[in-house]
């Protein structure tokens, strides 16, 4: 998709819309997971209230809760940190800082270690305004 910016990965319509990342993380059996989610554009204003992970299965762990940290490269729990996923549905950012991109971002999502579940499945889903007002 062109993102009326050249040289960027960031998506952005040219109309005045919400806009979204969003990726799909699984357990893979392993004990920690990080998967790159998108690439905000500069200007961008994550909408925090419609951001965060929705899980659709839970992470059931017998002790440990498997967590979700979601950040930027430069700082991975930025947006949210240690969010616990043993119960299915949404669960909101709860850093609610920075939600301004002063350029790039690179958003990033990552499970960190818990006592191994034996299923669980969510959807990181960042939502944001571009900045295309001008």
Do not use: C
């Not at 899980?55 to 729990?77: H, K």
Request: aromatic fraction near 6%.
């Amino acid at each position: 998709m062109a993102t009326g910016t050249a040289a960027t990965a960031a998506r952005q319509y040219h109309q005045q819309m919400v806009h979204y990342l969003r990726k799909t993380m699984a357990w893979d059996g392993t004990t920690a997971s990080a998967v790159t989610v998108g690439v905000l554009p500069a200007g961008a204003v994550i909408v925090p209230n419609a951001s965060g992970a929705f899980v659709t299965t839970a992470f059931a762990a017998d002790t440990t809760a498997q967590t979700l940290d979601i950040g930027i490269s430069a700082d991975a729990d930025e947006y949210a940190s240690a969010l616990v996923l043993t119960t299915a549905g949404q669960i909101e950012l709860d850093v609610e800082t920075d939600l301004l991109a002063p350029t790039d971002l690179t958003v990033t999502a990552t499970l960190t270690a818990g006592t191994a579940p034996t299923a669980g499945s969510l959807e990181v889903i960042i939502a944001y305004i571009p900045d295309n007002d001008g």
